[in-house]
Each structure stands twice: as structure tokens, then as C-alpha cells.
């Protein structure tokens, strides 16, 4: 008697070799697509830390220029960033030194950096002038302008404004920001034209 009828039993079906190696293409796809989104945020995330430093220094500077009546006291950098003025306003992790460098970097490692921009001219108002800071984003270098962050405080005859350049989403207002040669506080008829050193 035989209890078995290998005629009637089915082979198993496997998967073979080449369903295999497309399932892989299409993982090795998705996985190539999916990765530049990966990675915009994160970028995305470090934007949004280098606003939230930016916040506290945009507050700083505005309780600073709002305690001195302008910018009449600080011509210069060193000036800014002695520990009675800007930095009286700030963490100690954000505290600035005399060359205008923040304590804490920026999320890639790099430095914040502060300049102060005055007009020039006859019959200008002395207490006028602008704080700016600066980040100099992902390739960390100040001379590439494509990815800088920028922030700017400016008093011009007793008002206080600001505008940020750089971000998805900018600060807008009358102000104007670029990088150049050399800093420039200048009156248009658009409102204020700021020019930071790269």
C-alpha cells in the first residue's frame, strides 16, 4: 500500500533570481530618491536653530540700541561687544568677543559674527547706525554668500527695524541686505540699504 502519490504533490514556488535583483533596484531607487529629503531636513532643522540664536540676538541688540538711545556710543565692533553693552544683554554662551565672534557656534560648526555699519556723511544723525549678524552657513565660509544667514537691527531717527536675509521664510521690512567689499549703511528711497563685509 502507498500512502504517498508524488504525482500529486505541488511544488513550492520560490521567488527567483531575477525577481530578486528587481526588488533590489527598486529599494536602491526609493533609497536614492529618498535621501536628498533626508537631508533637506536637516537643513531644515539647523535653519530653524540658526533663527532661534538670531531671535536672541536680534532682542539683545534691540535692548541694547533701546537703552542707549541709538548707536552713538559704538563706532566700532570692540565697542559693541564689551561686556557693559551688547553682551550685557546676552547668555554667556552667546556672548561675543572684542573681534565680534559669538561663543556658540553655529550649527555647523562654524562662528556667528557681528558687525555694526554707521552712515556716513554730513548732517547725519550720529545715534543712526545698524547691528548685523551673520552666519555664514553650511560650507562655513563668509566670502560664498549663496547659503549666508543674516540678520540686521537698525535705528534710524529714533525707530527701531529689522530684516533677515538667507532663510526660507525672511524677516521683511524696508531694509535692504547684501554682502560686499566692506560694510555700507546707506539711505535709499526704498528705505535702508545695508552692505555687510564678506
Known amino acids: 500500500m502507498n500512502f504517498f502519490n508524488f504525482k500529486n504533490i505541488k511544488k513550492k514556488k520560490a521567488f527567483t533570481l531575477v525577481e530578486i535583483l528587481i526588488v533590489v533596484a527598486v ?6 530618491a529618498l535621501v536628498p ?3 533637506f531636513a536637516g537643513d531644515k532643522a539647523r535653519e530653524t536653530e540658526v533663527k532661534n540664536d538670531f531671535r536672541s540676538f536680534e532682542i539683545a541688540a534691540e535692548q541694547y540700541i533701546r537703552e542707549k538711545g541709538g548707536l552713538s556710543e559704538c563706532d566700532a565692533v570692540l565697542g559693541l561687544c564689551e561686556d557693559d553693552a551688547l553682551n550685557m544683554f546676552l547668555d554667556g554662551g552667546l556672548k561675543f568677543n572684542s573681534a565680534g565672534n559669538c561663543a556658540k557656534e553655529d550649527p555647523w560648526n562654524g562662528t556667528y559674527t557681528v558687525q555694526i555699519m554707521k552712515p556716513t556723511g554730513t548732517g547725519v544723525n550720529p545715534n543712526n547706525g545698524a547691528v548685523i549678524f551673520i552666519c555664514n552657513g553650511k560650507d562655513g565660509k563668509l566670502d560664498a554668500t ?3 544667514y543674516a540678520v540686521a537691527i537698525t535705528f534710524h531717527d529714533g525707530e527701531i527695524d529689522s530684516a533677515t536675509t538667507g532663510f526660507s ?4 521690512s524696508g531694509i535692504a541686505i547684501s554682502a560686499g567689499s566692506d560694510t555700507k549703511y546707506e539711505i535709499t528711497s526704498d528705505g535702508i540699504s545695508l552692505q555687510y563685509k564678506k
Not at 27 to 32: A, E, N, S, T
Not at 169 to 172: A, M
Open 169 to 172: 521664510s525672511n524677516i521683511e
Open 146 to 148: 549663496d547659503d549666508n
Open 27 to 32: 529599494i536602491g531607487i526609493l533609497f536614492v
Open 37 to 39: 529629503r533626508i537631508d
